[in-house]
């Protein structure tokens, strides 16, 4: 079976809830093993656990100056709240709009730092965000997960819910002044897999190359493109090495829990020392597939390897957008651990964290494009007479890899 044929049959087959901790995630570990299986390989399973929030009950109700429920959900680690508030649109929760809200609910733009910390910092009892587009319809939209990151946990806890847009314009428009809502939330202990196989290297085995892609879901849409593609890329490159045998040892790894917060890869990390010891570069795979998109590759290390890999990519007539970026995916998990790494991806026509992660705007031969410029740059990496780059994340690189964890 030709690569694009093969990727697209496993995402197919991987499109469906698989929310880390549940059913649909263990059902999605037994693929991916069954096909490592079948490709004449063997996967090490490790459990662990983690902590993550259960909504118990989110209500919003407009009382004045008309009465009307409308269906919400809370945002994550915000807290719990209840009872009766004055209600207030504060769009950007800029300074001079946050002067009379004392005591009240506001509905703010974005859930993003620049908005988040004014009303922290402001007499607001809690606050709600929009999510989707005006012209969803309840059917065809969802109240997508949302929670507040160490980073805005670090400003503070303000209790926060989430509305459809279309439920937020109707409550501007008619003059909400007063709400009632209620929300409760908690923590519960979790746990998943991680899942990974090693291919031993020939002349050069003990030094390792890893590969990554998180096969977990949001709790909304059947996560093809986040992540079915990337386990599928991932488990193409397993069988193309498992017939063409690399001089470097190789680990191919695929994560749990990356929607938590890249709790996965963050575990693989600190619980082999070893193997990052070895590790002269990591590859992840997070949305490719995309018809109409680009390809590109986000890397955490020194200028320098990105100019290597621009002109690579340049020399190959690939259309590659190569960024210096610590990217938000488990890519960024083993460059804190020192390993320089690159994320490749395919963005575009696609959608992710909501019910539209569909198969419709996804294609084989879209896959296997970013795929195949993915095994050149490896293979170039693993056959040189010396690695073409150094083990080695700058400081600048590593201060925006310690920011994203907020480190």
Same mark, same amino acid.
């Given at each position: 079976?030709?690569?694009?044929?093969? /990727?697209?049959?496993?995402?197919?087959?991987?499109?469906?809830?698989?929310?880390?901790?549940?059913?649909?995630?263990?059902?999605?570990?037994?693929?991916?093993?069954?096909?490592?299986?079948?490709?004449?390989?063997?996967?090490?399973?490790?459990?662990?656990?983690?902590?993550?929030?259960?909504?118990?009950?989110?209500?919003?109700? $407009?009382?004045?100056?008309?009465?009307?429920?409308?269906?919400?959900?809370?945002?994550?680690?915000?807290?719990?709240?209840?009872?009766?508030?004055?209600?207030?649109?504060?769009?950007?929760?800029?300074?001079?709009?946050?002067?009379?809200?004392?005591?009240?609910?506001?509905?703010?733009?974005?859930?993003?730092?620049?908005?988040?910390?004014?009303?922290?910092?402001?007499?607001?009892?809690?606050?709600?965000?929009?999510?989707?587009?005006?012209?969803?319809?309840?059917?065809?939209?969802?109240?997508?997960?949302?929670?507040?990151?160490?980073?805005?946990?670090?400003?503070?806890?303000?209790?926060?819910?989430?509305?459809?847009?279309?439920?937020?314009?109707?409550?501007?428009?008619?003059?909400?002044?007063? $709400?009632?809502?209620?929300?409760?939330?908690?923590?519960?202990?979790?746990?998943?897999?991680?899942?990974?196989?090693?291919?031993?290297?020939?002349? /050069?085995?003990?030094?390792?190359?890893?590969?990554?892609?998180?096969?977990?879901?949001?709790?909304?849409?059947?996560?093809?493109?986040?992540?079915?593609?990337? @386990?599928?890329?991932?488990?193409?490159?397993?069988?193309?090495?498992?017939?063409?045998?690399?001089?470097?040892?190789? $680990?191919?790894?695929?994560?749990?829990?990356?929607?938590?917060?890249?709790?996965?890869?963050?575990?693989?990390?600190?619980?082999?020392?070893?193997?990052?010891?070895?590790?002269?570069?990591?590859?992840?795979?997070?949305?490719?597939? @995309? +018809?109409?998109?680009?390809?590109?590759?986000?890397?955490?290390?020194?200028?320098?390897? @990105?100019?290597?890999?621009?002109?690579?990519?340049?020399?190959?007539?690939?259309?590659?957008?190569?960024?210096?970026?610590?990217?938000?995916?488990?890519?960024?998990?083993?460059?804190?651990?020192?390993?320089?790494?690159?994320?490749?991806?395919?963005?575009?026509?696609?959608?992710?964290?909501?019910?539209?992660? /569909?198969?419709?705007?996804?294609?084989?031969?879209?896959?296997?494009?970013?795929?195949?410029?993915?095994?050149?740059? +490896?293979?170039?990496?693993?056959?040189?007479?010396?690695?073409?780059?150094?083990?080695?994340?700058?400081?600048?690189?590593?201060?925006?890899?310690?920011?994203?964890?907020?480190?």
């Amino acid at each position: 079976m030709n690569t694009a044929d093969y /990727q697209w049959d496993l995402v197919k087959r991987l499109s469906f809830t698989r929310v880390a901790g549940t059913p649909g995630c263990v059902r999605a570990a037994q693929i991916i093993e069954d096909e490592v299986n079948r490709l004449g390989g063997s996967v090490l399973r490790e459990d662990f656990t983690f902590r993550y929030f259960v909504i118990d009950k989110a209500y919003f109700r $407009v009382t004045k100056p008309y009465e009307k429920e409308y269906t919400v959900t809370a945002v994550g680690y915000s807290g719990n709240l209840s009872g009766t508030f004055p209600f207030r649109y504060v769009e950007r929760a800029m300074p001079f709009e946050m002067e009379n809200t004392d005591g009240a609910f506001v509905l703010m733009n974005h859930l993003d730092a620049d908005q988040y910390k004014p009303v922290v910092n402001s007499g607001a009892v809690g606050f709600m965000t929009p999510c989707g587009k005006w012209y969803d319809t309840d059917a065809a939209s969802d109240l997508t997960q949302s929670r507040l990151g160490m980073k805005l946990r670090e400003i503070g806890i303000k209790p926060g819910l989430r509305i459809r847009c279309s439920d937020a314009i109707e409550m501007i428009r008619r003059g909400a002044s007063e $709400v009632q809502c209620e929300i409760l939330q908690h923590d519960q202990e979790f746990t998943t897999q991680n899942l990974y196989s090693v291919i031993e290297g020939s002349d /050069q085995a003990d030094e390792y190359i890893l590969f990554s892609a998180h096969y977990d879901s949001v709790p909304t849409g059947i996560g093809a493109y986040d992540n079915a593609t990337g @386990c599928a890329a991932l488990l193409d490159l397993y069988r193309y090495f498992m017939e063409n045998k690399p001089r470097h040892t190789m $680990v191919f790894l695929w994560c749990g829990a990356e929607e938590m917060g890249l709790l996965g890869s963050q575990e693989f990390v600190k619980k082999h020392p070893e193997i990052m010891e070895k590790a002269r570069m990591e590859v992840n795979f997070d949305l490719t597939g @995309c +018809v109409i998109g680009y390809d590109g590759v986000s890397i955490a290390a020194p200028q320098s390897t @990105c100019d290597l890999v621009k002109k690579f990519a340049d020399d190959g007539h690939h259309t590659f957008e190569v960024r210096r970026h610590a990217a938000s995916s488990d890519s960024t998990s083993f460059a804190e651990a020192g390993i320089p790494s690159f994320n490749f991806y395919r963005y575009g026509e696609a959608e992710i964290h909501n019910l539209h992660d /569909q198969l419709a705007p996804l294609w084989g031969e879209s896959m296997a494009k970013t795929t195949a410029f993915t095994r050149e740059f +490896v293979q170039w990496c693993d056959s040189a007479p010396e690695f073409p780059f150094a083990r080695e994340i700058d400081d600048e690189m590593m201060k925006e890899v310690k920011n994203y964890f907020g480190r």
